[in-house]
Structures are given as C-alpha cells and as structure tokens.
C-alpha cells in the first residue's frame, strides 16, 4: 500500500520558470491538499480538495494553481517560479466523514535560484 | 479552520524519561490530532481524539483534553531516540477539517 506518492523529490528551477509537482494517492480518499513548509513557520495550507471537481485556496494560494486530475491525482504548478517559493511541499489526503486523520507524502523540496 | 499552539517550542530529554507536550487552542472544536513529523520526511498521524473523550491512550502515547481549558496534552512514556521528531497539534472542527499547523513542539531524545 504505497499511501501518497509525491514526485519529484528534489528539483532547482531558475526563476521564472514553471513546473507541476505531481501527488497520487491509492487510498480512495476524496480530500486531497498542498502545503508548504518553511523553516520555522510550521506548515501553510496552499490548495485543497474536497472531492473530485473541486479546488479552493487555502492560506498562501498566490503564485501556484492546481489541478484535481481525477479522485487519486491532484497537482500543483508554479506559472513562474520564484526564489520566495523555495519550500518544502507536502500533498496530504483524508478520508470523508469527521473523526479521521490526514496521510502525508514525503514531501518535494524545492529550491528556485 | 484554527491553529494549535504547542508548547514548548523544544524539549530535550534523557532517553527513558517521560515527555510532555502541550497544546492550546481557541473555539470550540470537534476533535484535535496529534502528528509527528521526522526530520526531512511528512507527517504521520499519530492518534486523534474527540470532544467528548477526555483521554485517550495508544502504545506508550497518552493523550488527554480538557475543553473548558480549551488545551490537549501529549505525552509520550518511555522515550526512545527514535521518538526526537517534531510534534504537531491540530484542532479541528468537523466538517470539511482544512488542518492548520502550528510550528510544533521539536523533542530531542538523547541516548
């Protein structure tokens, strides 16, 4: 049982450019999210997924869009990468119905130079 | 959506010794999670607890929540090195839960 796989796990984009980090999950959980983390500021909620068909910002949703693909893939892209955008992401998902917790991938560290 | 505040920022403990962590928060919630998280890697769901629980126990994991004091208290017996992670609270009010993290309480176990 794989959980969530997120892909790459390391990438350096100059800035300005653009790239989509990739998550799936088997789990068959509708909720699908994206967060940063940066050191010292604890995780920051970017995009969220509720179910499939449906994307709502979250705490930092400039600079980035997402995709809900189908119910296991959701992606999100950098248009125009910056160096302000260097971060650790992490793709999480959940399972319907209050009382359950979240299943993280293992993040993608990012660096824009 | 609202965030948990842990406290302490650091701990640092002798391998065997118990480790508390606490967290507070602000409104009602419905339930609140703890995760761990270890060095470089995601997050791992550690055990969830309900309004209406006051405590709750898995392994050498001993959780416990007072909502008059609107606070949640983790603590972790017997501590290994394998526990030195950094540990979030998320409070959470039902419905569509969009977690908010905090920055986390970063326990350091020393052999």
């Known amino acids: 049982n794989a959980g969530v796989t997120q892909t790459p796990k390391f990438q350096v984009l100059k800035t300005g450019q653009s790239m989509t980090l990739q998550c799936a999950q088997d789990?068959?959980?509708?909720?699908m999210y994206w967060y940063r983390q940066d050191p010292g500021m604890g995780l920051r909620l970017i995009y969220y997924?509720?179910?499939?068909?449906?994307?709502d910002k979250g705490e930092v949703p400039n600079g980035y869009n997402v995709s809900r693909l189908n119910k296991r893939e959701f992606s999100l892209r950098l248009e125009s990468a910056a160096p302000s955008q260097t971060s650790v992401y992490f793709c999480?998902?959940?399972?319907?119905?209050?009382?359950?917790?979240?299943?993280f991938g293992s993040g993608t560290r990012l660096t824009v130079v | 959506s609202q965030q948990g505040e842990e406290d302490p920022q650091a701990l640092s403990i002798q391998e065997g010794e118990n480790a508390t962590m606490n967290c507070s928060y602000k409104?009602?919630?419905?339930?609140l999670q703890w995760y761990r998280q270890n060095s470089g890697r995601g997050l791992v769901h550690l055990i969830l607890?309900?309004?209406?629980?006051r405590e709750k126990h898995s392994g050498r994991l001993r959780v416990t929540l007072d909502t008059s004091k609107k606070s949640s208290s983790l603590l972790i017996t017997a501590s290994r090195a394998a526990d030195t992670a950094s540990y979030f609270c998320?409070?959470?009010?039902?419905?569509?839960?969009?977690?908010?993290f905090g920055k986390g309480t970063k326990l350091t176990v020393n052999p």
């Open positions: 997924s509720a179910s499939e068909g449906t994307t």
């Open positions: 998320a409070p959470s009010q039902g419905g569509s839960e969009k977690l908010v």
């Open positions: 999480a998902s959940r399972r319907t119905g209050t009382g359950y917790g979240y299943t």
């Open positions: 789990m068959n959980h509708n909720s």
């Open positions: 409104t009602s919630i419905n339930n």
């Open positions: 607890i309900r309004s209406n629980e």
